[in-house]
């Protein structure tokens, strides 16, 4: 069945320093890809996503680009602030209208 | 447009008791799914309906059952508690639950089993 890795956490880093996440799949078909964040006490937000190969989602200064030959989808970000400490899941869709999900990465920005 | 709520936020219950949980999804989406997060599982999911009719549902045993009225809100039913039922319910709808439509989730249910 469909399944997402996500690298484990905590990452722990200061204020400006660069974030990557890495995400692999595995996938029957042709998924979209999603990248979410939990806030705590909160449910999730989309954060970025992307639905066919090498598609760039893009928002907030997070990048991720759907690698179809890697079965990758990591997450990146050139300078991290405090408020994007955060937990953040990688998850695939495929055609079955469900979202299988990564174990979640909790990130932590220092000042 | 409002987003995604479920009520209640917090509820606390003992086992062998049963338990209703509302989704109200964004207007016009008519999807809903449902997902258990618990620290040691991670998220799972729980079912889907679209116009009423589950699509998909997720390895949970029969104690757990949702249904879907006609103005797509949803609810999920877990009867006879067991402890390891707690745990925080997500619902989060789309509108016509296509592998590409993003799903938008509500603030979730903090249920805690006692």
């Known amino acids: 069945g469909d399944s997402v890795t996500q690298m484990e956490g905590p990452v722990t880093l200061s204020e400006e320093a660069f974030l990557t996440i890495n995400c692999t799949y595995t996938a029957t078909g042709y998924p979209s890809l999603f990248w979410y964040v939990q806030y705590p006490g909160e449910g999730l937000q989309l954060l970025l996503k992307a639905t066919k190969a090498d598609d760039k989602g893009s928002n907030k200064g997070f990048e991720a680009t759907y690698r179809k030959e890697t079965t990758s989808f990591h997450l990146e970000k050139g300078s991290v602030q405090v408020s994007d400490s955060a937990v953040y899941f990688c998850?695939?869709?495929?055609?079955?209208?469900?979202?299988?999900f990564g174990a979640g990465t909790t990130v932590t920005v220092r000042a | 447009k409002a987003g995604v709520t479920q009520t209640p936020r917090y509820l606390i219950k003992t086992r062998g008791q049963q338990v209703t949980l509302s989704c109200s999804p964004i207007s016009g989406h008519r999807s809903v799914s449902w997902y258990q997060q618990t620290p040691g599982q991670g998220l799972q999911f729980l079912f889907e309906y679209f116009s009423e009719t589950q699509r998909n549902k997720g390895n949970f045993p029969g104690r757990f059952s949702g249904r879907q009225f006609s103005n797509s809100r949803s609810e999920m039913n877990v009867s006879t508690l067991e402890l390891g039922d707690s745990a925080l319910y997500l619902c989060?709808?789309?509108?016509?639950?296509?592998?590409?439509?993003?799903?938008?989730f509500g603030p979730g249910t903090r249920l805690l089993v006692l």
């Open positions: 998850a695939l869709s495929d055609s079955d209208y469900k979202l299988s």
């Open positions: 989060a709808s789309s509108l016509a639950g296509q592998y590409e439509e993003t799903q938008y």
